[in-house]
């Protein structure tokens, strides 16, 4: 039975959230400040975080931080916030997995948090592909060899390797990092790749894997 961890501080929602999981056989443990849901998630084994922004002891951005410091077990934020910096921040500054906005509809939010389980599976290794997949770290392995890649890196290069020899727009790979992605983020795809294949290139140069269609997008070669 998989553990999620509440960090809520409105107890209405909390509760809602939590009938709803529990009907589904999850295992709820709420905490309605950052402090006590720290101390339980280093003592305890958690699956899942659903993690309100605006608690009363700290930012839920700031203890996203501290969790990130020594785990990726998947977050979803649920927060009244709907800026964009703010929904920027925490999926591509702080490596949340999901970002949802209130009004909440608790069923969409247990259908976040089985999305992102679903995602969290054994390392994935298909045939003789010189990449492999371990969705429970958030790493992605080349010839043997962990890539050191920031949380968007990780979501564009992963999707590449589950996708080989398919085009892949850049919309759609902005569609990956975030849940609105909007016009003037699509060149940061380009920096993102860039990047990528820097790595790549530190492990392997004499060869390109990652493929440019000019106008279009990417494709992982294999």
């Not at 564009?156 to 849940?179: A, F, G």
């Amino acid at each position: 039975m998989e553990t999620i961890l509440i960090v809520e501080d409105d107890k209405t929602i909390a509760e809602s959230i939590c009938f709803i999981l529990e009907k589904d056989s999850f295992n709820c443990k709420w905490f309605d400040n950052g402090k006590e849901a720290l101390e339980f998630h280093k003592d305890n084994e958690v699956d899942l975080i659903l993690l309100d922004v605006g608690l009363p002891d700290m930012s839920g951005f700031d203890l996203l931080r501290k969790v990130r410091e020594k785990s990726n077990l998947p977050v979803i934020i649920i927060s009244a916030r709907d800026d964009e910096s703010d929904q920027v921040l925490g999926l591509e500054g702080l490596g949340a997995n999901a970002y949802v906005t209130k009004p909440l509809s608790p069923r969409l939010v247990v259908a976040h948090v089985r999305a992102q389980l679903r995602m969290v599976k054994p390392e994935v290794k298909s045939g003789d592909s010189k990449f492999s997949i371990n969705h429970a770290m958030q790493r992605v392995v080349f010839m043997d060899q962990d890539l050191t890649l920031t949380p968007a890196e990780f979501k564009i290069l992963s999707h590449l390797v589950k996708n080989p020899n398919r085009v892949h727009s850049r919309e759609y790979l902005m569609s990956i990092i975030w849940d609105r992605p909007h016009g003037s983020d699509i060149k940061t795809i380009n920096t993102h790749i860039k990047s990528i294949r820097k790595r790549l290139h530190e492990m392997d140069e004499t060869n390109e894997y990652i493929e440019t269609h000019r106008g279009i997008g990417y494709s992982l070669i294999e």
